[in-house]
């Protein structure tokens, strides 16, 4: 193959078809010097420059490192910098180590992790939730490691365990454990490109914490008693964040970032495109007619308090991001939110009667079992889970609307409310602010002031 000319992008250098034998380049239409070389297992980046030296040209040419490790953007401005460094004279290649100090061999703690985290979690789209997690672990509770090399680790498992039991008593047995299996997975990543390191994972001397699935879900008994104390929540967004969070059971994390194009009506679906585990998870969640009117609710009141934001976030909040970001609540407040709705969803759909294959297609987890595994997901969206979906809705408001336990009246129609109702002085009132330890006064029903007060909750 002759060698080409293109303006280079990650686009273009991913339909670069691999050489059959040898290589060919594709130089760069942009900088010039800039191209990229294609061979039969790999794509690399590379400058070719040149100086002048004692009247005499000296051509140079670099390699800056595979498409794998750099994006088409770092590889361009890395390669103007050698350029200019090649065309002064500058430019010195890095001495060569010894023959039996291979330059992977003494890798550290931080190097594997970066490589890690680009070509397994970031390569394959991990959801930036889980990467964060896994940053945690490696860049907080092992920051002191980052610069210690594996081989160390792999050779002194003790330090490991160690470690593990520091963590335990500072951080907690769950918080050690996930730190744990974060350093296992990155040794055994590093370990398939270096081959001189240990071959048995160090974590492998860990005494594992035992770990309980938390007890943390409401039956049906508890769920009405929940719905005054969302219903007290003076964000009418958040309110209604916490309720679709029970009404659909996926994790909080994803729901955040729940997008108005994401949302469709006509096939009374909302998509969601990278929960946890990627794009490759993503998946559409059926929507009941309760859920239709919280999702409704949700945007009536962004497009009042936050009009720009709401454009994009269905659940719309002065943040950065333009979404809400942090979904805790004081337990005084609320007593249940985050995943402890998502557990509850799971136990109030067995109280429902919804069969254990639904309640897994609901959740989007995977389906054990021979039989199930020949379930398409896709082709019950629209009419048996929907089905499946509106019967445990109802259950859920039908409990959740029952009359309190002491006998007293319900404070508020919601969560029955209609979106243009919100915030009337009758079937909506807004709770007294605790900050200023008065009520606040009537309010009217489809104005900014319907929710005005609740902008500073």
């Not at 672990?137 to 920051?143: D, G, N, P, S």
């Not at 390191?197 to 007890?215: G, H, I, Q, S, T």
Request: with cysteine; hydrophobic share 35%; proline share 6%.
């Amino acid at each position: 193959m002759s060698d080409l000319k293109a303006t280079l992008s990650d686009k273009v250098i991913s339909r670069l078809p691999l050489a059959d034998k040898g290589q060919y380049e594709v130089r760069d239409t942009e900088l010039r010097g800039f191209f990229v070389r294609v061979g039969t297992k790999t794509k690399a980046f590379a400058v070719l420059g040149e100086h002048w030296k004692d009247g005499k040209r000296h051509a140079k040419k670099v390699t800056l490192g595979t498409t794998d490790d750099l994006t088409t953007r770092d590889a361009r401005a890395k390669a103007k910098d050698v350029l200019a460094k090649i065309a002064k004279g500058e430019y010195a290649e890095e001495a060569k180590k010894a023959p039996d100090a291979p330059p992977t061999a003494n890798v550290t703690l931080g190097q594997a992790w970066a490589r890690y985290r680009v070509s397994h979690l970031e390569r394959k789209g991990r959801s930036a939730g889980t990467i964060a997690g896994y940053a945690d672990h490696v860049e907080r509770m092992l920051k002191d490691w980052l610069e210690k090399p594996l081989r160390e680790l792999g050779e002194n498992p003790g330090l490991v365990s160690q470690r593990h039991d520091e963590l335990t008593k500072s951080a907690g047995p769950y918080a050690a454990n996930g730190c744990m299996r974060t350093l296992r997975a990155i040794y055994n990543h590093a370990r398939r490109g270096v081959r001189g390191l240990p071959p048995e994972n160090p974590v492998m001397a860990v005494d594992w914490n035992e770990e309980k699935r938390r007890d943390v879900a409401m039956g049906a008994v508890d769920i009405s008693g929940w719905m005054i104390e969302a219903g007290r929540l003076r964000n009418p967004i958040r309110r209604e964040f916490h309720l679709f969070t029970v009404l659909c059971g996926s994790r909080p994390t994803a729901l955040k970032m729940a997008k108005v194009e994401h949302l469709n009506f006509k096939d009374r679906i909302l998509h969601i495109p990278s929960p946890k585990g990627g794009a490759k998870k993503a998946f559409d969640i059926p929507l009941s007619r309760p859920m239709i009117r919280c999702l409704v609710r949700a945007m009536r009141a962004g497009s009042i308090l936050h009009p720009d934001a709401a454009k994009t976030w269905i659940f719309a909040a002065d943040s950065e991001e333009g979404h809400i970001v942090e979904q805790k609540e004081s337990r005084s407040t609320l007593s249940k939110w985050g995943n402890d709705l998502r557990h509850t969803y799971r136990t109030l759909g067995q109280a429902a009667g919804l069969s254990p294959v639904d309640m897994h297609l609901l959740m989007n987890h995977s389906v054990k079992g021979v039989n199930e595994g020949y379930i398409t997901r896709s082709k019950l969206l629209n009419d048996h889970l929907r089905a499946s979906q509106q019967t445990l809705s109802d259950f859920i408001i039908k409990s959740g609307t029952a009359p309190p336990k002491d006998g007293s009246n319900r404070e508020r129609v919601w969560p029955l409310l209609a979106a243009r109702r919100i915030g009337d002085d009758q079937l909506d009132p807004t709770p007294p602010d605790p900050r200023e330890g008065k009520p606040l006064g009537p309010r009217k029903a489809r104005t900014a002031e319907a929710v005005e007060p609740a902008k500073a909750a």
